[in-house]
């Protein structure tokens, strides 16, 4: 590989230890923000929930896409076989949100994906007190289960990029 082509990959972890690193890091900021979503989810305020969900989602995915190198702007920096290689693993492991601009209209069609939660989480506020725990609990696990998967569909592209890396080299 030339200069050029080498500095693209410094985006992306190089070993299966730093995949591991990045991982675990993504998670933390996942469960960071799961957390900040559930107090948004416990306030009786209809809406605020999924405002704040979408807000603090939308940072979340741009941050975690970031930090495996799996932005739009840092995979078109790769060898145009190599994005290819790093979309097509996107789409097999089910990481519609990978190395893409995360948009409002996306994440609906994700939230949409578990609305039978949301629609629980927002009914939940309608009842006093308990209502706004249950709504925090079920907000938290929603935020929670959503953004694992997002790291998960990163590490693997990571993982099936590094594997074509290291056959080509």
């Known amino acids: 590989m030339n200069e050029a082509q080498l500095s ?3 985006l992306i972890p190089g070993s299966e230890q730093a995949v591991s690193v990045v991982r675990e890091r993504c998670r933390q900021m996942v469960r ?3 957390t900040m979503a559930a107090g948004f989810s416990a306030v009786p305020v209809p809406g605020l929930d999924l405002v704040s969900d979408i807000s ?3 940072k979340l995915i741009d941050e975690v896409n970031s ?3 799996l932005t739009e702007k840092q995979i078109l920096r790769l060898q145009p076989k ?3 290689l790093a979309y097509q693993a996107a789409v097999g492991v089910g990481g519609m949100m990978v190395g893409k601009l995360v948009t409002r209209d996306l994440l609906l069609l994700l939230f949409k994906k578990v609305g039978v939660r949301i629609a629980s989480k927002t009914a939940a506020k309608l009842v006093p007190v308990a209502g706004s725990v ?3 609990a079920i907000g938290f696990t929603v935020f929670r289960k959503l953004g694992y998967q997002h790291v998960e ?3 693997r592209v990571a993982e099936k990029l590094n594997q074509a890396r290291t056959v080509s080299v």
């Open 134 to 136: 249950v709504s925090a």
């Open 32 to 34: 960071k923000r799961a």
């Open 82 to 84: 190599y994005r290819l």
């Open 56 to 58: 603090l989602f939308t």
């Open 153 to 155: 569909a990163c590490a």
């Open 67 to 69: 930090e495996f190198g």
């Open 8 to 10: 693209d990959w410094t």
